[in-house]
């Protein structure tokens, strides 16, 4: 992966990661605290290889980009800032990966920009109407800046505990620490309006007309497959989805030479729709 570098959207500062020089692919991590576009995904487009233009930001409120003046984050701001982030890099069509928080930005995204968005693959998924704030949710978004906060917050991310080590509780501790002042405003008790916030309406799924993917851990409980992946199915026009088994909230973790496969064989330019 290339350098972190800094592209400036709507006069604001946007931290961006990229790789590759083929096909573009927008890549948008999720909500947790202490999360970032280069963590999410920068081992990923490692295994991906030179095949894709991968594109992975750290989207308003997480890493180094900053909330613009006067802004609160949510579902309005991140889309519009993705869309002006490719704009800025000069990036006409590409598809777009989401987890989480950012499935639902994708899935937003692709409604929006109907001529540029080519494809969406929506992992562990927000965004479905109606969907609940789950226990295990709630938990993440309040869960405090400390090694005990993060053992905590991983726990609920994977479905086998073995994946929560020590070295990953400390790095995801520190990065906590680094992004705590802006997190503690974007998700704000009660939180269940955050979750209301990321739900997209039927009218704007409807207007999804793009290949999507859906990927999702069948043990997820911070978006469980029956309240945020399964309702998709009626509203998208051009969706299939993948479950994997003993998988909680990150199969790109949990199932990584599985995962890779999926993306590699969705993404393929040449896969036909």
């Given at each position: 992966m290339t350098p972190l570098r800094t592209v400036t959207v709507d006069g604001s500062p946007v931290r961006v990661l990229e790789s590759g020089t083929g096909p573009a692919v927008l890549m948008l991590?999720?909500?947790?605290?202490?999360?970032?576009g280069s963590g999410a995904w920068a081992t990923i487009g490692q295994a991906l290889g030179e095949s894709w233009?991968?594109?992975a930001p750290d989207q308003a409120g997480f890493g180094r980009t900053p909330l613009p003046a006067g802004s609160k984050g949510g579902l309005r701001l991140w889309t519009e800032q993705a869309a002006g982030l490719m704009d800025a890099l000069g990036i006409d069509n590409y598809a777009v990966v989401g987890?989480?928080?950012g499935g639902a930005v994708a899935l937003a995204l692709a409604a929006a920009r109907p001529q540029q968005v080519t494809s969406v693959v929506a992992v562990s998924t927000m965004g479905a109407?109606?969907?609940?704030?789950?226990?295990?949710?709630?938990?993440?978004?309040?869960a405090p800046a400390s090694p005990l906060g993060a053992r905590d917050m991983?726990?609920?991310?994977?479905?086998?505990q073995a994946l929560v080590t020590e070295s990953a509780v400390d790095a995801r501790a520190a990065a906590m620490r680094a992004g705590a002042t802006v997190f503690a405003s974007l998700f704000p008790a009660p939180r269940a309006r955050w979750a209301d916030d990321l739900a997209l309406s039927a009218q704007t799924l409807a207007a999804i007309r793009v290949?999507?993917?859906?990927?999702?851990?069948?043990?997820?409980?911070?978006?469980?497959?029956?309240?945020?992946?399964q309702p998709l199915l009626d509203h998208l026009a051009d969706v299939r989805l993948h479950v994997f088994g003993r998988c909680g909230h990150v199969p790109a973790i949990e199932h990584p030479h599985e995962f890779r496969q999926l993306l590699s064989c969705f993404l393929r330019p040449d896969r036909g729709h």
């Open positions: 991590h999720g909500s947790g605290p202490g999360t970032t233009h991968l594109v987890h989480s928080m109407p109606g969907a609940p704030l789950s226990a295990d949710l709630d938990a993440i978004w309040a991983l726990s609920r991310l994977v479905f086998d290949p999507v993917l859906l990927v999702h851990g069948a043990q997820d409980r911070v978006t469980p497959l029956g309240t945020a992946a």
